[in-house]
């Protein structure tokens, strides 16, 4: 069983910095590990993504050069470091686990464990 559980989110300012945080347990090591983001009456969309023991790093083209996705093996933590915030970057935030690699890593439909998402909001 694969459990994972966000958290760091909140209110901050544009502008701000946050660093989110997916703790796991279970079967994670070796896998492909995203984060997603699904704003209010939005679909969730794709936001960085992380191979567990290779450590090599995708980003979606709306927060690369903002956001810094990555994990420590020891801790079986992956981390969202978030700069340069915008109101544009409010949403609930998620954590998954890729096990169909049929699908584009960027599809939600690639992944079957999610945590339970952590609230971000970016006021202007």
């Known amino acids: 069983q694969v459990q994972l559980v966000e958290s760091g989110g909140g209110l901050v300012q544009a502008g701000s910095s946050l660093r989110l945080s997916c703790a796991a347990s279970?079967?994670?090591?070796?896998?492909?590990m995203g984060w997603f983001r699904q704003a209010p009456g939005k679909d969730r969309k794709f936001v960085a993504a992380?191979?567990?023991?290779?450590?090599?790093?995708y980003y979606s083209d709306s927060v690369k050069g903002r956001f810094t996705i990555s994990r420590d093996s020891v801790k079986t933590t992956v981390y969202l470091q978030m700069n340069s915030l915008t109101p544009e970057d409010t949403a609930v935030y998620y954590c998954?686990?890729?096990?169909?690699?049929?699908?584009?890593?960027?599809?939600?439909?690639?992944?079957?464990?999610w945590g339970q998402g952590t609230q971000v909001t970016v006021s202007s």
């Open positions: 992380i191979n567990w023991s290779g450590g090599g790093t």
């Open positions: 998954a686990r890729r096990s169909d690699y049929s699908a584009t890593y960027s599809t939600t439909s690639a992944y079957d464990y």
């Open positions: 279970g079967r994670t090591y070796g896998y492909l």
